[in-house]
């Protein structure tokens, strides 16, 4: 269960890893691009609950009982 748990967490790390490299690449062609695709992306309705929730994560609180 462990193995299994790292394998994900591992794999989960290197979809991040790319996801923030595609970013940097919008990013370096100009910042007017990026903000108009990103608020297009953002108001557009384009993307599901996962972009939702990583967007909203930091804002997120976890409780420690």
């Known amino acids: 269960m462990g193995a299994e748990r790292k394998e994900r967490l591992a794999a989960l ?16 062609k100009g910042m007017s691009s990026y903000l ?11 993307g599901g609950l996962e972009d939702r929730i990583r967007r909203g994560r930091g804002g997120m609180v976890i409780d420690a009982e």
């Open 36 to 46: 108009s695709s990103e608020s297009k992306r953002v108001f557009g309705g384009a």
């Open 13 to 28: 790390l290197e979809k991040e890893k790319a996801e923030l490299a595609a970013e940097e690449q919008k990013r370096s």
